[in-house]
């Protein structure tokens, strides 16, 4: 019998948010990502350094002595072009931890697109771009290959996974929603209709979201979650089923939950904990994949993503804002990579990354707080404003420095 096992997964992105980037600085100034007074959270350096002090730091600190002291012991992370880039140039050392950490050969990195873009929902070409982009610089900076794929905010469907399964992945990760599972547990292994090769591995959101969303909450019932209370509740649900997912974003520790609510002392703790279980043990997404067999088929035509109570794409194209930033945005492919001009081609792919519309975002109640908190502008209004004046730069130099015509939009 194969042990029971946890499958960590931890995604780690930085985006370049755009910043105060007024109409009169369109056709004058083509700088849209540095913005000037290092106080403001539109401030990337500032945001990157704060963030790593926080999280990256400690965090990866402490993964490696849960490496050292315990061999069962494994991680699966997703690390973004552009977070590469932000500690290429701001903090080396957080990079280095990381490969140190990869070096291991027990903490194993996913696959997926460069510039966490939307880029599947609006042009494949510039998908399978910066899937082959992020491989190669993974690649280059960990010397590994990657395996399993995720897409960004795990934006899932049916056909996405046709193309990973072509394309050579393995393994594919999605959110095990409720009303795409049904009476179904998210704690097995799933196969994508229509697939030869690759295996699905849905997101346990209960368990994952206890940390990465309630875990400081002093108003949750639960408050404050111990981790005899969770190591009761993941053996619970483990209790006839071979694996939990507990997926989520790697600022979880320290920077979505700081320091001060213990978030640091009880994963310590949790994992020792966890691993005195006789039949426990972690997985990398690999070996979740190898070890499983699909036990059933799971099908997801409408897009799933991890966000939001209505877990699809509303958190980023929910409003005309959002829309007609993106189709904007992408109306300019063929122009933009035809020209060959690698500044003004990397410029274009940072404006992909879908923190930007998810910064345009208007929803309201307990969505529209988590929004407002990872904002770093006064309103969704300015997010597309200042936005927007990029796009209309980025025309602006494809017109006069290239001499290009018939643009839509």
């Not at 483990?238 to 213990?262: C, K, R, S, V």
Request: glycine share 4%; net charge negative; charged share 25%.
């Amino acid at each position: 019998m194969s042990s029971r096992g946890i499958v960590l997964y931890l995604h780690v992105h930085q985006p370049f948010r755009v910043r105060k980037y007024s109409v009169f600085d369109t056709a004058v100034n083509h700088d849209y990502f540095n913005e000037q007074d290092y106080g403001t959270e539109r401030n990337n350096e500032m945001v990157f350094r704060k963030v790593a002090d926080k999280s990256y730091r400690p965090m990866n600190a402490l993964l490696q002595q849960m490496l050292d002291t315990h061999p069962d012991f494994k991680v699966s992370l997703s690390i973004s072009g552009t977070l590469i880039e932000q500690a290429e140039a701001w903090a080396p050392d957080v990079l280095d931890s990381f490969k140190r950490l990869v070096d291991t050969g027990r903490v194993e990195i996913v696959a997926e697109t460069y510039y966490h873009s939307l880029a599947f929902f609006y042009s494949r070409r510039e998908f399978e771009n910066q899937v082959e982009m992020h491989k190669a610089k993974i690649r280059e900076v960990f010397g590994v290959e990657t395996k399993v794929f995720r897409n960004t905010e795990l934006a899932y469907n049916n056909d996405l996974a046709k193309w990973a399964d072509n394309y050579g992945f393995k393994g594919i990760l999605a959110e095990g929603w409720d009303p795409i599972l049904g009476w179904r547990s998210p704690n097995f292994v799933y196969k994508p209709p229509e697939t030869n090769n690759i295996s699905l591995l849905l997101k346990n959101y209960r368990l994952s979201d206890d940390l990465a969303f309630r875990f400081g909450n002093k108003e949750w019932p639960e408050y404050p979650l111990t981790v005899d209370k969770y190591n009761d509740w993941t053996n619970a649900s483990i209790a006839d089923q071979p694996l939990i997912n507990l997926f989520m974003d790697y600022e979880t520790f320290g920077e979505h939950q700081w320091e001060d609510t213990g978030i640091f002392n009880f994963f310590e703790s949790f994992i020792g904990k966890w691993l005195e279980g006789p039949e426990n043990t972690f997985y990398t997404v690999s070996e979740a994949v190898e070890t499983h067999k699909p036990v059933d088929e799971v099908s997801m035509p409408n897009t799933v993503t991890w966000a939001d109570t209505e877990r699809d794409l509303t958190a980023w194209l929910g409003n005309n804002m959002q829309q007609e930033a993106l189709r904007n945005l992408y109306n300019m492919e063929n122009d933009i990579l035809r020209t060959g001009d690698i500044d003004l081609i990397a410029d274009w792919r940072k404006l992909q990354t879908s923190d930007h519309v998810y910064y345009m975002c208007t929803k309201w109640f307990n969505d529209g707080d988590v929004h407002a908190y990872f904002s770093p502008y006064e309103s969704p209004y300015d997010a597309f404003l200042y936005y927007m004046n990029a796009i209309r730069d980025v025309r602006f130099r494809l017109h006069n420095d290239h001499k290009t015509g018939g643009l839509n939009g």
